[in-house]
């Protein structure tokens, strides 16, 4: 453990076999000389990205009024609660995602544009190009300050290969929205015990972590000698926050491990399923989202992109007694049921990212919380999914940005705006020196 007399460092870890544990912010992470004014460590800003696919109930989806004195949309209610660290951005459009003369597509150029304002390559081949997303920017300036530059996370399995939209785009376009260079796409990782182990693990070998399965062991049974050690250096708040911390690293593995053994349990051959990922969408969702808690709140990183879904996805909603795959009702022709159907997809899509938002609400994080020192951009590459069309975007901005960001507005603009102008406010907000991105005409004004 990395410890000096006056303080702990930010970057405190406890090693075991096979283990890396990162620290949450603690109190006694501040130099003892630090004045009762400044008790807690200068916050950190966080940055995360959550992608819907298939498109919206638009008409269900934007409020009423702009400003400050807004009503939530029916499709947004899941944010009540949080309505005071949520902008709501309408009239934003994605024009780099448009056909420009290539035709079919859309579904690929959504997600490849999202986050990069350029319109991609169309290419079945390996000469695929777009251009580097903003998560990757931010992640190159602020990923030296922790284990991990960024973590990419999906639900869907990826990876294919050929033309996934029948249109003649690779399946890259629709299987990640990061890309470190125009050329060079990041894949997104869907099993949670690859992404418990990226985070905690410290070069397990594949024989230790089968070991320690069997033995239905924690990782943090390898630390326990360290963390004694430290609970004695620890004042009584920091000793809770380190225990409700270790109780929520816990949980996740426990959640792994029973999916786990679902698998083994099971009769059926499911070659193409990776152990750990839960049969569970919901359940999936909340163990991704959960990893990307416990990711900022020990610094493992500062960038997280999310795809709860991917572009074309055929998933079939039963719990909400929707038996239509999701790609099929989007092409909805102005059916009213198959509006209402798209209008429930979307509130329970909400409804998951306001339980994650709730989850970093609650989390201290130095003067503040998760939530308060987070920005975190909710949204879509497809605006009506009947249409192909991409604007007006959904978009949803949610956190404090470290005070950067005032919550509880609807900022309504002019219709076709570039969503490349948000895409560089974002940017800025995270400090990266760049006054243009994509398409971009100019940064939105945030604050």
Known sequence: MLITRRALPRRAILKGMGTTLALPLLDAMVPAATTTAQTAAAPVRRLGF????????????????????????????????????????????????????????????GPAAWLSAVHPKRTEGADIHAGTTIDQLVAQRMGGHTQLASLELATEATGLVGDCGGAGYSCVYIDTLCWRTPTSPLPMETNPRVVFELMFGDGATREQRAIRLRENRSILDAVTAELGRLRTRLGTPDRTRINEYLDAVREVERRIQHAEAQERKSELALPDRPVGVPDDFEEHVAVMFELQALAFQADVTRVTTFMLSRELSQRAYTKLGISDPHHA??????????????????????????????????????????????????????????????????????????????????????????????LLSIGQLMDLPIDRFGDSRGALSLT
């Open 50 to 109: 959550v992608y819907v696919p298939n498109g919206a109930n638009m008409a269900h989806w934007t409020p009423a009024e702009a400003g400050k004195t807004f009503d939530l949309s029916p499709i947004l209610q899941p944010l009540a609660p949080l309505k005071d660290r949520v902008v709501v951005v309408s009239g934003l459009g994605n024009s780099p995602a448009d056909a420009w003369g290539d035709g079919g597509g859309d579904h690929s150029r």
């Open 329 to 422: 009702i989007s092409h909805h022709q102005d059916d009213p049921d198959k509006l209402a159907k798209i209008a429930k997809i979307n509130t329970y899509h909400v409804s998951l990212f306001a339980s994650y938002l709730e989850r970093l609400r609650t989390t201290p994080d130095g003067d503040g919380s998760l939530l308060d020192h987070t920005l975190i951009l909710y949204g879509g590459g497809m605006a009506d999914g009947n249409l192909h069309s991409h604007s007006p975007l959904p978009v949803v901005l949610a956190g404090g940005a470290a005070g950067r960001l005032a919550g509880g507005r609807h900022l309504s603009q002019p219709l076709d705006t570039p969503f490349a102008n948000l």
